[in-house]
Structures are given as structure tokens and as C-alpha cells.
């Protein structure tokens, strides 16, 4: 079964994504900051990571970069997730190493569409 | 062995028992005494007529038991010992003396053991024997509010509270408001709630309810620290039965976390500094949000309900929205399971394609208490553009006039909606250091606001015309507590007093206005002068946890709809909804936002001002400065 790793530091943002997630077979993980993050994808090497950008501890752009530089998990997909809605931080979550991009509020079939994408590729 | 018996013999006496032993002792011993005039022989035939002892009984003990009795108890019998010898009549004479003495001391004792259970019983120390009770442990101002609200609803179990002030105290504050808390059945207690056997005395372990105050603020390092221990024990505790409602208190958003920890993260924690800053900060970024919370938390206006409707499973949150006509669905609810237990989970403003599963329940938004729904409406799409989806409002020049000590709360919202560089001018009677002081004992680094700090009398005409109030996109005025003295709200009603008079001197319309109260009766008082929402703090916190500790699903719901980063209630242009000049309903609204991922709570207008869950089918004509009130996923730009 596909795993994907959710990092967000908001609780019902986490258990609404966990819950659609399940319904739609995936297992899921989850990690409350950007450190928690890293350690969960060193220790469990996930499918693919969710990854909120604004996060406490160590932020995503952080946890992205930290986690593209591991060899450990350097080839795990990470979706950027963030709020901000301005057109550079798409490119700021790319440079950082995220494979891919999306804005809140998510929209789940958008989201699938990515993740499907990232894992067949 | 005689230490033993010693502390039998004081705790003997610390009961009150030994002296009623000693006068009952003292008093078989004179009737003995009494008795022994006859068997001694000191009566001839003629005293024994004259007092009364004539052998009807037995001409022996019970007859001078009688006689003995008689003269112990009834000083005035002896009176009737006219005739008798002079060694009865001096028997008898003592008997009476001694029995005015003993009778006296009796009488004495009953009177003092009586003044006793009374005093016991104003202090608040006795045990108190219930079954389904509301316990209220603590005591602050919210105490009085989450009474007052106990009774706009007609609560009916008693409500007992617990706390570490006189029940003297506690029942001048009750007194005070005797009207608003008609109806209630209230008892007082007064006791650490910190000691184990202080909430057994209150009988912690049959209660049906228990809301745990925070202990006012001493100036300590820990203010908390008394809550987090009645979490401690709260955990510990055993119920005898169906687990109680719980929820608690606490002060700072930092000790959240570890009174989560304390209640064995299965009790609701309110940080009231984090409920009433975040309340401040989202009036500043949405004029007038006040009202929607004040109607959000009020007893007898819409609420925040969860109920079961399996009938709707499987259908889309979507199509669920429009089957209420008076009332709006909000999102969900389920159990999660958890190494420490169970835990309710929510998800609000769920997407429309969303299917409700099994064991979800549903989150409305409604007057009514057990909402009903109608068939489903399949709603035509009306020809709305999405021009931009609206993005969460953020001042970028924002005052905060006044102190108190949640500032540094107030700030730190203030920095997590911002993106970067908000602006915060800051003027109080107190320092730079002193503002900043408990944000750098938490390690907070504001990394989106610029922060300038004025010291000086916001009550002092020029030092408050010198700070240019007009400069800004909003103003928020705080209970001050830079002052010292009980009363925060005196700076507060001077200040708007003279902001009043400036803007009238000026002729210019100031900015938005936030004002923070925290007596409920000043409200009043300021309503109208200026463009202001008016946040009564201690009526939101009471509020906030009356509603989680008769619903606790409510504690997650409220720390999401106040949080930054997640969903909130934001007020956004109608035009930014409807192309059409024509009237459209609400219905048509409820679409229109659900095309942008948001929900639909109301409308605001200036002929109607806040209109929550009005009905779907309603038309309304919405002009350029009506606002329509969603639940959204916050969007900075």
C-alpha cells in the first residue's frame, strides 16, 4: 500500500487530508513541524510527502532542502502545500526541492491527480 | 500507648464530644447524689409525701430517681419543699443550684455547636453529597459569566464551585447579580483545588460537568500552575460512572501543551489569552467580526451544533448544504483513535465533493436546536465569475493603545497572519523592555512585524494626539493594566473618550477601532462613539467555556475557526460573489461560495447589519458595501 507522509502543524487541515487520503486507499503518516518531518521520512522512507510550508521548529522550505540533500530521501516526491498565495512561492518551493506544488484550500482531486503523477513517474 | 490515647482524647475534644461526655457525666453523677438523700435516710414519712415520693412506684430507686431528676431539671420545684426537713431542703438546694449550672452549660453547648455548623457552613467546609452535579473549580471573573449563562439557558443541574477564596467573596459576586443567575441552583464551596480530598469533598468523582477556571493572575512565574495541578488530579480521578464533561483553563498559550500533558490529553484546554487575543486581532483584520462572534457564542442565537442524521450518508457536503433551509452545515465530525484514547476529530468547510461517510457527524451552524432537513435541491449554478478567490485581510499599520499582560499574545497572532513586514506601534505607560520582556522569555521572534514602542498616558490628550491615530488602518484599545488598581477598563473608557473628542475636533472619521472591556456593564457606556467593535473579554472566555463544557467537540471547532492557518470566519465583499444587479438568495450565495471552496454563514448589510444562517430561499438585492460572511481557509497574499 502507497504511504505518504503528511507534515502540518494544524490539526484539522491533518486529520481532514489523513481522512480523505485513507477513503482513497492510501496509508498515511504524520509529522506536526518540519523536524518531526525530516525524522519520519529518514526512519519510515514514505511514498511520497505533503509537506505544509509554514511550519514551527524547522519551516518546509527547510525540511525540503534537508530532506532533497539526504540520500536517504532524497528520491522521495514532495508536494508543497502552503497558503500563501503568491506566484513566487511556487518557485520558492521548487528551488527548494519540492517536486511539485499546491495551494490551500486543497482541492482533493486536484491533489490526486499530482500525487498519482509523482508516484507513477 | 499515651500518645495514642492522647490524640484520641483531643481529637475528642477538637469534635466537640468530650464536653457533652463531661456534662452528662457530671450530671447522672448529681442525680446520684440526689438519690442517696432517701437511701441514706434523711426523709421522714412526712417529707416523703410532701415530696412526692409515695411509694406509687416503688418506694425506692425509682422513686428517688424521680425526685432526683425532678429537682435537677426544674429549679422551681424546689418551691414546693415548704414543710420539709432542713437536710432535704439543703439536698434539694443544691440539686437546683447545680442543676441551673449544668442546664446553663448544656444549653451553652448546644448554642456553641449550633454557631459552629453555621460558621462551617458560610466558610464552605463541608461535604458535599451529589450526583450529576456541574462543578466549577476556581475562581476569576469568568465565574460569574459562565453562571449567567448557565442561566440564559435554564440549566438545571446544581452547580457546585469549589474554590480558594471565601464563600463570602464568592457570594458577593453571585449577590450582585442575583437577577442574572435566576433560576440556578447554587452551592458554594470553599477549598484548594489542588488537594485530592478537597474535590472529593465536593464529590469531583459523581459530578456530571466540571469546568476548571484559571486562578487570577498573581504576578508569579507560573500563573498556571494551580490549574495544571487540578488537571493532574482530574486525571488521576476514578468516576464512579459515565466520564464528566470536562474542559479547562488556562491563562498563557505556552502552558497549553503541558496542561494538555496534565490532563492526560483527554480534557479541552482553553487558553483564555490565546481565545481573547485572537478574537482582538481578527476584529482588527474584519470590522465588525465582533457581532458574528458575539451571535457565535451567545445562548440564544445561532450555535455551533453536531448531530446524527445516518439518513444523509453518502451525500455530498455539497448537495447536504442546500438541503437546510434555516441552517448551515459547517463540516464534520469522527473518532479517532489515539494512543491515549479516543479524540473527536473536525473538519470544517470540507469540500463540496466530499461524501459524508458512516460514522460522521454533522457540524451546523443554526438557531434551532435539532435542525431538520428537506429533499435535495440540486441548485442551478448561477453565472458568477470568480474574478480572485478573496484573500484574508492584514493591516499593515496597525496601534495598539494600552497593557496588559497579553500583548505579547496579541502580537504573536498579529505576526502569524502576517506575511512580512506589519507595522505595530505600541503606546502604553510601559517600556520597550517591558513589552517585549515575556516574548524573549519564550524565545518568540516576531519575524513579520515591525514593532515601535511609545511610552506615555494614553489617557493624556497630547500624548494620544501625538501618536497620530489616523496614520493607522486600525486601532486596538486594551484593558490596561499598565496602571495597576482593579479597574482596566477605566483607561480603556478614557481613552475612547478622547479619541471621540479628537475625531470630533478634527472633523475626520478615525479608523477602525477594536476596544477591549472587561466588565460587561461598560459596554454600554461606549457603544456608538466610534466606528468600533467592542470585544467583552470575560463574557467570551465564560462564554467560550460554558458552550465547550456542555459540548466538547465545540474546544476543537473554536481553537480552529480562532487559529491562524487554518479555516477562519472573514467578511468579504457581496460583489465578489454575485455579477448580478438583480436580487439573488441566499441559496444562490451558498453556491456561489461553495465555487470557491468557502461556506456561506450570513450576510452583512447596511440596512440589516449581520444576518446569520438566514433563510436559503431568501432574496436579497446586495450592494457594494454589503459583505457576505464565509467560512474560509485563510489565503495570504
Known amino acids: 500500500m502507497t504511504t505518504i507522509l503528511i507534515v502540518e502543524d494544524n490539526e484539522m487541515n491533518r486529520d481532514m487530508l489523513m481522512r480523505r487520503l485513507q477513503r482513497k486507499g492510501f496509508e498515511t503518516q504524520i509529522a506536526v513541524n518540519g523536524q518531526e518531518g525530516v525524522d519520519a521520512a529518514k526512519n519510515d522512507s514514505p511514498d511520497l510527502i505533503l509537506l505544509d510550508m509554514s511550519l ?18 532524497r528520491d522521495i516526491p514532495i508536494i508543497a502545500l502552503t497558503a500563501h498565495a503568491m506566484q513566487g512561492d511556487r518557485q520558492k518551493a521548487i528551488d527548494a526541492g519540492c517536486d511539485d506544488y499546491d ?12 500525487i498519482e503523477a509523482l508516484l507513477s513517474g | 500507648m499515651k500518645q495514642r490515647l492522647q490524640y484520641l482524647v ?33 426523709f421522714d414519712e412526712q417529707a416523703l409525701t410532701a415530696e412526692g415520693i409515695r411509694g406509687d412506684v416503688d418506694r425506692g430507686f425509682w422513686d428517688s430517681l424521680w425526685w432526683s431528676v425532678k429537682h435537677v431539671l426544674d429549679p422551681g420545684a424546689f418551691a414546693e419543699d415548704y414543710g420539709a426537713n432542713w437536710p432535704v431542703l439543703a439536698i434539694s438546694l443544691a440539686l437546683s443550684v447545680a442543676g441551673l449550672g449544668l442546664l446553663g452549660t448544656f444549653i451553652a453547648l448546644v448554642s456553641s455547636t449550633f454557631q459552629k455548623s453555621l460558621e462551617s457552613s458560610k466558610r464552605g467546609n463541608s461535604v458535599v453529597i451529589e450526583r450529576g452535579h456541574t462543578l466549577i473549580l476556581g475562581w476569576n471573573q469568568s465565574v460569574t459569566g459562565i453562571l449567567r449563562y448557565f442561566a440564559d439557558i435554564n440549566y438545571q443541574p446544581r452547580i457546585v464551585i469549589l474554590a480558594p477564596v471565601g464563600v463570602q467573596h464568592m457570594q458577593d459576586a453571585i449577590e450582585s447579580g442575583r437577577d442574572d443567575y435566576r433560576g440556578l441552583n447554587i452551592v458554594l464551596r470553599s477549598g484548594l483545588t489542588s488537594d485530592a480530598a478537597e474535590l472529593q469533598r465536593v464529590a469531583l468523582g459523581d459530578a456530571g460537568c466540571v469546568i476548571s477556571v484559571a486562578h487570577t493572575r498573581s504576578g508569579s512565574d507560573h500563573p498556571d500552575i494551580g490549574s495544571i495541578k487540578t488537571l493532574m488530579l482530574l486525571d488521576l480521578q476514578r468516576w464512579s460512572g459515565v466520564r464528566p464533561a470536562l474542559v479547562a483553563e488556562v491563562t498563557e498559550r505556552q502552558n497549553s501543551d503541558i496542561a494538555d500533558i496534565a490532563g492526560g490529553r483527554q480534557i479541552p484546554i482553553v487558553s483564555s489569552g490565546e481565545v481573547i487575543s485572537r478574537v482582538l486581532v481578527q476584529c482588527v483584520r474584519y470590522p465588525g467580526l465582533s457581532e458574528v462572534y458575539a451571535a457565535l457564542f451567545s445562548p440564544r442565537d445561532n450555535n455551533i451544533i453536531v448531530a446524527e442524521y445516518p439518513e444523509l450518508e453518502g451525500d455530498t457536503f455539497g448537495s447536504i448544504a442546500h438541503r437546510f433551509a434555516t441552517s448551515v452545515p459547517i463540516g464534520f465530525t469522527w473518532t479517532v483513535q489515539t494512543s491515549q484514547g479516543q479524540r473527536t476529530a473536525c473538519a470544517l468547510n470540507v469540500e463540496p465533493d466530499y461524501d459524508m461517510a458512516a460514522d460522521e457527524q454533522l457540524v451546523l451552524l443554526s438557531a434551532e436546536t435539532s435542525p431538520s432537513f428537506g429533499p435535495d435541491q440540486n441548485p442551478q ?5 470568480i474574478r480572485n478567490q478573496p484573500r484574508s485581510a492584514v493591516p499593515q499599520n496597525v496601534a495598539i493603545i494600552g497593557w496588559n499582560r497579553n500583548i505579547d499574545e496579541v502580537l504573536q497572532e498579529m505576526n502569524a497572519h502576517a506575511a512580512q513586514g506589519v507595522h505595530v506601534t505600541i503606546l502604553s505607560n510601559v517600556t520597550h523592555d517591558e513589552v517585549m520582556a515575556p516574548l524573549n522569555r519564550i524565545g518568540h521572534t516576531l519575524e513579520n512585524l515591525e514593532i515601535e514602542v511609545k511610552t506615555g498616558d494614553p489617557v493624556d490628550r497630547q500624548v494620544l494626539a501625538s501618536l497620530d491615530p489616523w496614520a493607522f488602518e486600525g486601532l486596538m484599545l486594551l484593558a490596561d493594566h499598565s496602571r495597576g488598581g ?56 465564560s462564554r467560550h467555556l460554558a458552550q465547550i463544557s456542555q459540548q466538547q467537540v465545540l474546544g476543537a471547532i473554536y481553537r480552529e475557526l480562532l487559529s491562524a492557518g487554518g479555516m477562519e470566519i472573514a467578511l468579504h465583499a457581496a460583489t465578489d460573489y454575485t455579477d448580478s444587479d438583480e436580487a439573488v438568495t441566499f441559496r444562490e450565495l451558498t453556491l456561489a461560495a ?10 452583512r448589510t447596511d440596512r440589516d447589519g449581520f444576518v446569520i444562517s438566514p433563510n436559503k430561499d431568501e432574496s436579497w438585492s446586495l450592494g457594494k458595501n454589503d459583505q457576505l460572511v464565509v467560512l474560509a481557509q485563510q489565503i495570504y497574499d
Open chain 1, 56 to 73: 514551527p521548529i524547522m519551516d518546509g522550505w527547510t525540511a525540503a532542502g534537508v530532506l532533497k540533500a539526504d540520500l536517504s530521501t
Open chain 1, 103 to 114: 495551494t490551500k484550500p486543497v482541492n482533493l482531486q486536484r491533489l490526486l491527480g499530482k
Open chain 2, 10 to 42: 483531643s481529637q475528642l475534644f477538637a469534635r466537640g464530644v468530650a464536653q457533652y461526655l463531661a456534662v452528662l457525666s457530671v450530671f447522672t453523677l448529681v442525680i446520684l447524689i440526689g438519690m442517696n438523700a432517701y437511701f441514706v435516710g434523711l
Open chain 2, 381 to 385: 449554478v448561477i453565472p458568477a465569475t
Open chain 2, 486 to 541: 482593579g479597574d482596566a477598563d477605566a483607561s480603556t473608557i478614557m481613552t475612547t473618550l478622547m479619541l471621540t473628542d479628537l475625531q470630533r475636533e478634527m472633523g475626520r472619521a478615525l479608523p477602525h477601532v477594536v476596544i477591549e472591556l472587561e466588565d460587561k456593564g461598560n459596554r454600554s457606556l461606549l457603544e456608538g462613539r466610534l466606528d468600533a467593535d467592542i470585544v467583552v473579554t470575560t463574557e467570551l472566555v
Open chain 2, 594 to 603: 461553495q465555487q470557491r471552496y468557502q461556506v456561506a454563514l450570513g450576510i
